[in-house]
């Protein structure tokens, strides 16, 4: 099965972006915890580098990562910018001190955010923006989100996206304004919604439909959790089958899936990046995501 190698993110508006199809997450790029430092500074910024070097032209990256550590590592890996790159943030989220995750989603607190990312990446405007909705938040999904396209009208966002979201919630914000992407759980090992110690994960199954009768990128993170703990005897058979590592197989299903689907897995070893740029060179036949599924 031939994928195609490159994707447009909101290709019937004004300022379409075309990026390669294996994007990258910059989550594992900080400390334990998902908080503070990366342990191996150094080999963190030469991901970046690579990562552009090869084609990779979509990051993924949040404010709350670190905090603002992902961020201070992409300005200074890669600024200046190349044109093409794809800068990609989301906001509603923060930090506590004890490393807890907490909704950062009224009015004020995205425009924080919003500002928080543009002078950290040092850009006029983000291309993109995912809102993430975290579960037991007070403020209404339609305020926040009537928020996020009040800031793309004033010029501070150029797209927006909407992240960890349900059908219902997806479908009203298509009706508030132009979604151009969705970032939501998605793997082959897990596909539906669950809950980890980072709170509910809303499944990208669920909204897939969605995504690809309205030619919305799906961005799926968490691509390699497999809630059941379990080795899987069919992805092993597939990679033995190519030579390849069961997360490359997994990776090369994603893009297989759907041609609507922009993986974005995220390492923070120079070894397993260098791995996972390899999946989209493997051609997985009908037959294999038969057995896949």
Request: with cysteine.
């Amino acid at each position: 099965m031939n994928i195609t190698k490159h994707i447009i993110i909101a290709g019937n508006s004004n300022s379409p972006l075309k990026v390669s199809r294996l994007g990258y997450g910059t989550m594992r790029l900080t400390g334990e915890g998902i908080y503070g430092e990366p342990p191996r500074r150094e080999e963190a910024l030469q991901i970046l580098k690579q990562a552009v070097k090869n084609g990779v032209n979509f990051i993924d990256t949040a404010d709350y990562y670190g905090e603002d550590v992902t961020n201070r590592l992409i300005f200074e890996a890669l600024h200046p910018y190349s044109e093409d790159l794809v800068i990609c943030t989301k906001v509603g989220g923060a930090r506590k001190p004890d490393k807890s995750w907490i909704g950062f989603n009224s009015p004020k607190n995205l425009r924080t955010s919003i500002e928080n990312n543009l002078r950290t990446l040092r850009v006029d405007q983000m291309a993109l923006v995912h809102f993430r909705v975290m579960q037991g938040s007070e403020v209404p999904f339609e305020e926040s989100m009537n928020t996020m396209f009040e800031l793309q009208q004033e010029g501070k966002i150029l797209h927006v996206g909407v992240s960890n979201v349900d059908r219902t919630e997806l479908e009203t914000a298509m009706k508030m304004g132009k979604i151009a992407t969705v970032e939501n759980m998605y793997g082959r090992g897990q596909r539906t919604t669950f809950k980890s110690h980072y709170g509910e994960n809303r499944g990208g199954e669920e909204v897939l439909d969605i995504c690809e009768k309205n030619e919305i990128p799906m961005i799926p993170y968490f691509s390699l959790v497999n809630s059941l703990g379990k080795s899987d005897h069919r992805i092993k058979t597939i990679a033995q089958k190519y030579g390849a590592s069961e997360s490359q197989i997994n990776i090369a299903w994603l893009l297989h899936r759907s041609p609507w689907i922009l993986p974005i897995p995220g390492t923070s070893s120079l070894k397993h990046f260098e791995e996972n740029l390899k999946s989209a060179d493997i051609n997985l036949t009908s037959a294999d995501m038969d057995f896949l599924e």
